[in-house]
């Protein structure tokens, strides 16, 4: 008798939600991946032979209920024992659904957490831009300036952005955590965010932090110049020499600012990109 594909992937995910599983931890006992058993449930492909025993035992039903051939349950004599879901599984929405507002609040909730990420490193090499901006301010007041403001207000920046990042990274995990081991299947005219769009953000980002370096890599150049152009300008009426150093110091902060925009962009785009993919990969596709 032929296996019947639409049978056999009802009774997988009627069974594996009676159990109380996800599909990774049902994939985890199996020795499979996570795609693998969306496929089987989804009729997109059969489990061999020996996954269909594998199955059989950790479900404690029949082979010939699995496939179809009863029309009732008929347990084994003797089940193994399936291992309660974690905590945080009990605290996730239904674990198989397709509905549009599902779907709407992953995403939603999958922007802020890229966000987040992506906030928070800006952060870490905004400290860098800051540490640069302190070490001009400290070089011009040695250089005779009577402004300290500057320099203390550097480093207040620099403190904040070290918080910002301490404080940004936890709370990224929480975003999408409510989602763990749920299955999402988006319809075939549901659009997704556009995996080309971000790939080629992405790339801007990588871009961005290529050329990062290139103006300080200028200003050291002209630092180690014999021919040295040192203007000057009045602070507090004392005449203050702007030396190549100084110019390096601005030099610096520049890249950095533009290394911080790159890093952002990557990271935001790699996070998107793999957020979306399981929609991806689970949307229907029409016939």
Known sequence: MPINPNTLAERLLALRRQRGLSQEELAEQLGVSRQSVSKWEGAQSLPDLDRIADLCRVYGVSADYLLGIEPTLTPEPKPEPVKAPVSDAAEA?????????????????????????????????????????????????????????????HLLLTAGCVIAAILLFPKSGTYLRPYRGMILRPGPDRILPSQVKLKRLRLAGVALCIISPILPINSFISFLSPVQYIPSFNSSGVTVRFTPLQSVFDSCSYGCAVLAAGAALIVYCGLRLRDCKPLVDNQVRKS
Do not use: F
């Open 93 to 153: 929405p239904t674990p198989d659904t397709s509905a549009d507002d599902a779907i709407d609040a992953y995403l939603s909730a999958s922007k802020r957490r890229c966000l987040t990420v992506a906030a928070a490193s800006a952060c870490c090499v905004g400290t860098l831009v800051m540490l640069w901006q302190a070490a001009k301010s400290a070089s011009l007041l040695l250089g005779g300036s009577n402004d300290g403001l500057w320099l203390i207000l």
